[in-house]
């Protein structure tokens, strides 16, 4: 049995089977539960004692981490429990209701309720997490309003989260690129660009942003709804929003009192004052770390996480004053609100959580496992004509990401290897077309994969049903995807990104054509 478990693709089994599972069952937990156990009897070579060791050990390293709290996903996890809170709370106010009434004074149709929840996500660019959180939050009251499914709206805001931070150089994603350009560029004698430069200059390399950034809004101007998503929509327009089959908090959500009178600022107040605060401990945390206030410095060396939890407790204490003034005279409330309300909040994330526990466990056994630096092993092993290389490593990036549900671990293995192969092949005209290939088909991977944690977090943020996000998303990031892969086989033939970018719009505007002249958006759709 050995023997067979230490076969040489064997990395690849348990991760493959993860997203087969899912695609199958639509049963999240317990695809991410068969992957867990998978991929522990994979690493322990089938011996029982060390796989339940690892079991057990994966789970207590998402909280414990070189003897102490592992801060990063202990404060996520804290992060969504006061946002679930918030939630309830801004409900039980009556902030959220009157924000709802104000927003439609503004937004009078199904575009526009779209079209705000997109240029919300692009303008929210600092970091994907939390913009995957916040705008799917403020954006819900107005897309269900004009009955956009969960599903599209979780489209939405997963489409610039990920993507668009990973475009913004004043990001935490843009100074941990740089950070991990900057060695290259020094290995290739590049020494006259600086990161920062080198960012700018893979900007408009990063085909697959482009078309999918690009496809949202042609999904929301022309209504291009296809395959599952269709389905969702035709539920949302026909019999109002569902909540994507998640009836349970639908439940919770109306047992939950709400204040008559209250003001739009019950709402607004806490969540801008949570993301002020969010940037601000971002820069504070970012300048104490890397001892220089300069804004690249500071974003390289951010602790997104401790900015969020600080932003969270801020905009929760805002949210229980306006809480407290607003219902203390209403005899509708009591004290046993208060506990409702808490419990109500932590049940909403609950299930997110959960999932989001279960993708940590099984992202740090198949990074145990060597998934990813298969992959890297395999492209710098094959024989590959050096113009396809940016295609093949934006290919090897999509599965990647994919498959191990992390664009970061993606960035880490493949940014390197495909650096040292075209430095090593004397092509530094494509050194970083092929590093804006690996951004770009990671990013694809990690906004696919059921496994990702921004992903999962754009469907908690959006009310949505996760694997009906994922599986909804699906189309439209396989079409981009496409687009971009040509456009990548352009440039790298070429060495033109003009011709690369051409060769984008050519696929957008084939896209654009189908959608204008063929197709046939659902039924009963307003403007």
Known sequence: MEAFLNWEYMPLIPPLLTLLLVIITRKV???????IITSAF?????RFGEFFTLIIDSFLAIFIEDGGLNTWNAYILIF?????IMTAFMNMSGGAR???NWALTKVKSRRGAGLVTGLLGIIVFIDDYFSALIVGQVAKPITDKYNISRAKLAYLVDTTASPVAVMAPVSSWGAGIMGLTAPLLIGAGMTHISPFQSFMYMVPMNFYVIAAVVMMFIVIIFKFDIGPMRKQEDLAINEGVLRDKVPEFAEQDEDLPVHEGSGASALIVPIVALALTVIVAMYITGAMEGGDWSVFTVMENTLITHALLIGGIVGLVLTLVYYFKHTKNDNDFSGRHILLGIKTG???????MLVLTFAWMIGGLISELGTGELLGTMVENSSLSVALLPAVIFIVACIMAMATGTSWGSFGILIPVAGEIIISLGETELLLPTVAAVLAGAVFGDHCSPISDST??????????HIVHVMTQLPYSVISALIALAGFVILGLTTSVMYGLLGVLGGLLIVFVIVKFIYRPVAKQNA
């Open 29 to 35: 937990g317990i695809s991410l539960g068969a992957g």
């Open 42 to 46: 994979v690493i322990a070579n089938g």
């Open 80 to 84: 969504l429990t006061l946002l679930g």
């Open 98 to 100: 009157a924000f709802t």
């Open 346 to 352: 932590f049940l909403a994330m609950f299930p997110a």
């Open 456 to 465: 999962i977090l754009s469907s908690t943020g959006s009310g949505s049903d």
